[in-house]
């Protein structure tokens, strides 16, 4: 079962005719297929989200989104014949630019997940020594 997306949600948008015919696999290795294809789609949108989120996110329908559309690119590659129709290419170059954008930070999730780094934070250590006082500037 996806993270982001289920086996039946992915069917009814391809529809179970044309995922069948895509897969090109016998009946009983459909949703073994479905799965590792939605698997991989999930592992390309978390590669990009990970550059500035901490994977895997909190279920949205931005990302159950994007995995649906790589998803269905990915079975449409798969299926019979080379070309995928246009509408599913341009939905999949759509998607990689805006995991560009997310990875890039000119786009933000709105189920703002923690920062996968701490890396532009601070902290504040409180000490009790002055370093700057009269008696350290004594000598100068």
Same mark, same amino acid.
């Given at each position: 079962?996806?993270?982001?997306?289920?086996?039946?949600?992915?069917?009814?948008?391809?529809?179970?005719?044309?995922?069948?015919?895509?897969?090109? %696999? =016998?009946?009983?290795?459909?949703?073994?297929? &479905? $799965?590792?294809? !939605?698997?991989? /789609? #999930?592992?390309?949108?978390?590669?990009?989200?990970?550059?500035?989120?901490? %994977? =895997?996110?909190?279920?949205?329908?931005?990302? &159950? $989104?994007?995995? !649906?559309?790589? /998803? #269905?690119?990915?079975?449409?590659?798969?299926?019979?014949?080379?070309?995928?129709?246009?509408?599913?290419?341009?939905?999949?170059?759509?998607?990689?630019?805006?995991?560009?954008?997310?990875?890039?930070?000119?786009?933000?999730?709105?189920?703002?997940?923690?920062?996968?780094?701490?890396?532009?934070?601070?902290?504040?250590?409180?000490?009790?020594?002055?370093?700057?006082?009269?008696?350290?500037?004594?000598?100068?």
């Amino acid at each position: 079962m996806g993270k982001y997306v289920s086996f039946e949600t992915f069917r009814e948008r391809v529809t179970p005719t044309k995922l069948m015919n895509l897969a090109n %696999v =016998p009946e009983a290795e459909l949703e073994s297929l &479905a $799965e590792t294809i !939605l698997s991989r /789609a #999930e592992a390309v949108v978390e590669s990009f989200a990970s550059v500035r989120y901490a %994977v =895997p996110l909190p279920a949205d329908g931005l990302v &159950a $989104e994007w995995t !649906l559309r790589i /998803a #269905e690119y990915e079975l449409y590659k798969r299926g019979p014949g080379t070309n995928v129709p246009e509408k599913i290419r341009d939905s999949y170059k759509d998607t990689m630019e805006r995991l560009s954008d997310l990875s890039a930070g000119r786009l933000q999730l709105a189920t703002d997940p923690p920062l996968s780094s701490d890396h532009g934070k601070s902290i504040d250590i409180p000490r009790h020594e002055t370093y700057f006082d009269a008696d350290s500037m004594r000598s100068y």
